[in-house]
């Protein structure tokens, strides 16, 4: 199950809608091993394109230095689908390779840049193999605020 | 000093679990080698044939190689590599 804050549900489906009809791309980080998706970081698609995605590779190795100095993980990667449902393609099937990762997918192929629903869907894919599991949004994720340390 | 290699959570099951590994060689081609050499079966998925995967980014101290040199991109002890696969989809 993905459990995610309301915040970073909206900040995720309003990039979708913002970059529509090009598909929008992001992650969300959070402490190694909490599966806490904590540090919403929308990524430019350097693809721009309505059917594809790609981070730019010198922003993703910007990103990733940032989370191994933060002792980060990649706990949700999302992207959109601009004109089809939000199931992976083969093509994210494929080159999916954080094994640990939810991957996001959200389609804004009713309302496109408007106001509405959207679908907002969420999968394990590891070896070519896609697991949908439940999105719970909640108002703040367990554990996620600052905790004071006594020892 | 040697070369080293951080590796991608995805390709860690050919380096028993390490993060970064040592490597050596002049050339990436040849710390590529050098990697198969330590960790067989890496090797092919770095590489098609002779070229890098187009998903699979590869930087020297910070410099994608893909503007560097390609496979030929020098690399001298102490460098840092950095593999990582390229987060995309359609």
């Keep these: 199950m993905l459990r995610i804050e309301q915040a970073v549900y909206d900040a995720i489906v309003a990039h979708a809608k913002r970059d529509h009809p090009d598909e929008a791309c992001g992650i969300v980080a959070g402490p190694e091993g909490t599966d806490r998706p904590e540090r919403f970081v929308p990524m430019i698609n350097a693809a721009g394109s309505p059917t594809f995605y790609e981070f730019d590779s010198t922003e993703l190795l910007g990103l990733y230095k940032e989370m191994w100095a933060n002792d980060e993980e990649p706990v949700v990667i999302y992207h959109s689908h601009t004109a089809t449902e939000a199931y992976p393609s083969r093509t994210d099937i494929g080159l999916a390779n954080e094994p640990g990762a939810h991957y996001v997918l959200v389609s804004t192929r009713e309302h496109g840049n408007s106001d509405g629903p959207v679908e907002f869907r969420s999968y394990r894919i590891v070896d070519g193999e896609v697991t949908e599991e439940e999105v719970t949004v909640v108002s703040s994720v367990p554990g996620s605020a600052p905790e004071s340390n006594i020892d | ?90």
């Design chain 2, 1 to 90: 000093m040697a070369i080293e290699v951080r590796i991608p959570t995805i390709l860690r099951n050919y380096t028993g679990g390490e993060k970064a590994v040592e490597a050596s060689g002049a050339t990436l081609a040849e710390v590529v080698d050098n990697l198969e050499d330590n960790h067989p079966g890496i090797k092919e998925r770095l590489l098609e044939g002779e070229e890098l995967r187009r998903f699979v980014n590869v930087y020297v101290n910070d410099e994608d190689v893909r503007f560097a040199g390609g496979l030929g991109a020098p690399v001298s002890d102490g460098d840092q590599v950095v593999i990582l696969p390229a987060v995309a989809g359609g």
